[in-house]
């Protein structure tokens, strides 16, 4: 089967196309034919030896984590899936999935029936990106109706699931976006939305009761300015080993953040997004043999939404 590999760590130039031998699922595994396969900032973290690296290991690896295909094969003991269904997943990670390939092997539990209303396209863009808000959201924040919540790069992959859903969740949403972003974070739910190339958003924000950093550096120290007492920030990016201190000296709360695979979670997605309650912003799709020129143009991080590589129609 056909694969994107890296002999070693560097730019997007370190990435190949090369035949690889397709893997064979396990038993409760089973083995997906990929559609699509999304891109997110860990991916080119990673590649360039940041990320999950040391995870990884030494290269040769392939990256990715993002999957939408269809079920080609079944190991011993999968009942939930059969050959021919469209699912979708996130699976193994931190651990490689090798999702830049026409075939993965993961546990079956790992993935969710596809939402049906999109494409493969749009549903290889989902996984990583609203698991991230979903689990911030729910699991570690709990946020409630009314809260106050912030985000920042609203308008980036996980930003855009971060502000439907916690717009469901019935908080107010304040997103920090560049000011052609702002209409549409508006239609998804925003309640404000803040052009932080012209405004400090700590004097433009004030009494939240969560912010979902998805910057880091000293965005998650400037935060603390806009909490309320007892507030909490989720660092997603990374979490300096001073901020949680600098956060109990004010009398708020600090905590880092990273996703884990979650079937159940992204078949309630699926629903959400079948129900036309959340939607999907693919901002660009390459062929495989393009993953250079995708992360080349993510690391700009300027994208709306999502990247996806496509391997079959």
């Known amino acids: 089967m056909r694969a994107v590999v890296q002999d070693g760590v560097g730019g997007p130039e370190v990435m190949r196309v090369a035949e690889v031998p397709r893997p064979a699922p396990l038993p409760t595994e089973v083995l997906v034919r990929v559609h699509a396969a999304g891109i997110n900032p860990v991916d080119w973290k990673t590649r360039s030896g940041g990320g999950v690296a040391g995870v990884l ?42 999702a830049y390939a026409e075939y993965v092997t993961a546990p079956a539990r790992q993935f969710a029936r596809k939402p049906a209303s999109i494409t493969h396209e749009q549903a290889a863009a989902v996984p990583l990106a609203a698991l ?10 709990d946020v409630q109706p009314g809260q106050r919540v912030l985000v920042h790069a609203a308008a980036g992959g996980v930003g855009h699931f971060t502000v ?28 404000e939305v803040v052009d932080y190339t012209t405004v400090r958003f700590e004097e433009a924000v004030h009494d939240v009761d969560v912010v979902i950093d998805l910057v880091g550096d000293d965005t998650s120290t400037r935060s603390l300015e806009v909490l309320r007492p007892g507030g909490l920030i989720v ?4 979490i300096s080993p001073a901020l949680p201190g600098a956060a109990a000296a004010k009398g708020l709360r600090a905590t880092a953040f990273l996703v884990e695979p979650d079937g159940p979670a992204l078949a309630r997605i ?38 996806v590589l496509q391997l079959a129609p």
């Open 57 to 98: 290991g030494e290269p040769p690896f392939t990256l990715g984590w993002d999957v939408s295909g269809v079920v080609e094969e079944t190991g011993f003991g999968v009942t939930r899936f059969s050959p021919g269904d469209e699912v979708y997943g996130m699976p193994w990670f931190p651990r490689a999935a090798g």
């Open 132 to 141: 991230t808000a979903w689990q911030a959201l729910i699991d570690t924040a």
């Open 164 to 191: 439907q859903f916690a717009k469901l969740l019935g908080a107010h949403v304040i997103g920090t976006a560049s000011s052609a972003r702002h209409d549409w974070l508006t239609s998804l739910g925003a309640d």
């Open 235 to 238: 660092a997603i990016p990374g």
């Open 270 to 307: 699926a629903g959400l997004i079948d129900a036309g309650e959340v939607t999907v912003e693919v901002e660009e799709i390459f062929p495989l043999k393009e993953a250079a020129l995708a992360h080349t143009r993510g690391e700009t991080g300027r994208t709306r939404g999502k990247l």
